[in-house]
């Protein structure tokens, strides 16, 4: 069996130190009261990664560490789903409802989810990676089809009749033929059950499907445009105070001495030293910005490179080789072939830039800790706060609120601990919410890297020999989709000096821009139709597939004007295939226009079209911000455009029209959609640059220059 | 410092020079106007000053006194969305949402403004209003459709 952690990518950095010892659960019914539950286990959760039967269980004695999530209905009737999985706008809270709805005949309003609280739900390792759909989601909509066949076997028992003459329906089980019917409500009343998973349960078909496969508004819609869903930082605890944290003016630097006579005499501020951590308290936001203000602190700054050398000093420092894929000989073919393609592509660093940024709210309790952050791992969090303060976890709940999004860029706990140490010296709850420029400084970035890819196509046409080293962006998506004989692919992890870590599709972004500008080149400098060359190098229908579909749509073959091109990419990732095609006009200044994209996505089986197709969006404009203008600009180890002033992000005028088309597959089961759709547009634009101009443009993002090529 | 928000008289003590967005956050517990970036670029805590669109992130508390201040909390009347937002429900085009209060904010401003502005005139108009999750083609459409309800 595959273990989680293969599943991560070297660029995931910052889940390397997770620790996967999961709190062992409080007995069940002591934590939600009476009623009836079903319980699965990580062993489903892992099992259902593959497409192996599940192993029948007989035994209903559960390992309470090895529960992974369950659904339970309690005395009063209301349906609730325990789950690890956090919401960080991907509207998961919307489609895994759906899936539980749908099977145990209830409708949405029926049912709460409760998300990512470490005290109430089982241990889950993170939300990211595509992986709620494709994991979380089966086996909710097995556990909920379990539920239904225990709600019915306990109402047959009831009328003493044969379950398969009864039928769930509208929160009840019902006879047809004596009009007999019971609330789920009135069957869980007073019962302590709790059932493992039934592998066997029967699951309703999607084409029979009412409420998934539909598109079902956002759950707590209303909240989002009154302004009334609490964010983190929208929070307030009776008697909490406001954090703010000393930072030091670069990075690598370490503190040499503080002055915080000044800051300590304004009025109601605590200033907190530790070592090089400096924070300070205050009854409002204000009066702790002002104190900050006023802390004179003298720092050691280390030697640190700046943008313009990171490319070569990624290079240089290099030191090992992951080999990801080794086929035939490429030597070989390099030493006998007179035109070897060889290209070097960049990739600047990129920041997540959530709307909302980090924030956390803590409190104690005596020896007992409560966190809420925005964060995609609240069991991470909680790790991390063990480790911070040698406290048992047993201690440590972490709490997390619907958040202002993560793009994989809120995976650690950084403001939890720092409100939990200035909370502790306070003795009060504290809020500490980063500022955009702490967000933009503090946080982490998609790495940076470098791309070496050589190939060599023969006269008909055929790709004979594939080399391509990463250098420190990652091993996502590094592998390649085509059939070639003569493959060398490795990784190099550099110790990159920006603090760095996961992004959407990790380093895909990076690696199919490069792979995917190579195929087109190779196809362009033979005259081939890069759409009809890539096809010839395929295998796999389902990318074949939305590569022909977005080709037809967007009229491929049709004449363009003066001064314009096409250009299209296609990729596979976490389950999702993409392909992306767009049209650009390359002024004579050198201005680019996206003139419009069209792209086929097809993910499997689509539970809800609108947040699917709103997903897609999202993922291909935020990737335009990375593929035009998004760069992160650093100097002596300073990140010197750490605002949205200067670090431009995709806004209302630069969306050009774009048109999406989703495949609906109810044959194949469904996967994640916020990540695979990014992949496409850089290179596509880029391609589409060439083709317009002649230029090669090899470095992300492309437009560095003044917007201009 | 006495301010009206939502058609409600407040005194806080606070110094005119505190960011009316703090004020409201803060002294007012009106949260639903967010930072987003705290210099006027990204309309997250967009509300209206006298029915025109305001970024209270640099806006000073002491330059809206004597001023009618709307807040995404004021735009529901007696338990009814005001059609902007009845539209945007419809329409569902939020992911994380975050950016939902500025951007209804935004779309209410620019409805007074001009009660059938073109899609180039609705994406002009909502340029300062970033939402990082891109949702932008379905808000366009949303605010589109609430101008010719
Ligand atoms: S927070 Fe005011 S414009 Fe960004
Ligand atoms: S929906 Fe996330 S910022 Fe707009």
Known sequence: MKKSEDILYPEQYELYESIQKPVTRRNFFRLVGGGVGVALTVSDVLASTLTSDLKNRESENFDDSTIAAWIHINEAGRIVVYTGKVEVGQNIRTSLTQIVAEELRVSVNDIDMIMGDTSLVPYDRGTFGSLTTPNMSPILRKAAASLREVLVELAASQWKVSASSLRAEGGKVMQASSRKSVTYQQLAQGKKILKPINDKAALTPPEKWKIAGQSVQKINGRDFITGKHQYTCDMVLPGMMYGKILRAPAYGASLVSADTQKAKAITGVTVVQDGDFIGVVSNDSQSAERALWEIRAEWKTTPQPSREVIFNYLKERASSARTESSKGDVDKVFAASKEVLMQTFHVNYIAHAPLEPRAAVAQWEGDKLTVWIGTQRPFGVQEELERHFRMSKENVRVIMPDTGSGYGGKHTGETAIEAARLSKAVGKPVKVVWTREEEFKWAYFRPAGVIDAKSVVDATGNVTAWEFHNYNSGAAGIQIPYEIENQKIQFHPVDSPLRQGSYRALAATANVFARECQMNDMAVSLNIDPVAFRIKHLKDDRLIKVLETTANTFGWTKPKQKGRGYGIACGFEKGGYTALAVEVEVAASGAVNVLRIVSAFECGKIINPRHLRSQVIGCILQGLGGALFEMVDFKDGKMINPSFANYRVPRFSDIPPIEIILIDRPDIRSTGAGEAPIVGIAPAIRNAIYDASGKKLNNLPLLANRGRI | ?149
């Open chain 2, 1 to 149: 410092m006495n301010i009206r928000v939502n058609g409600k008289n407040y005194s806080i003590e606070v110094s005119g020079s505190t960011s009316l967005l703090v004020a409201l956050r803060e002294h007012l517990g009106l949260t639903g106007s967010k930072y987003g970036c705290g210099e006027g670029v990204c309309g997250a805590c967009t509300v209206l000053i006298g029915g025109v669109p305001a970024r209270s992130c640099i806006t000073p508390v002491g330059s809206a006194q004597n001023k009618e201040i709307m807040t995404i909390e004021g735009l529901e009347q007696n338990g009814k969305l005001h059609r902007v937002q009845e539209v945007l429900l419809e329409a569902d085009p939020f992911q994380c949402a975050y950016c939902a209060s500025g951007m209804v904010m935004s779309a209410v401003a620019l409805l007074e403004r001009n009660s059938s502005p073109s899609k180039e005139e609705i994406k002009d108009a909502m340029h300062g209003n970033v939402c990082r999750c891109c949702t932008y083609p379905d808000i366009v459409e949303a605010i589109a459709k609430a101008a010719n309800a």
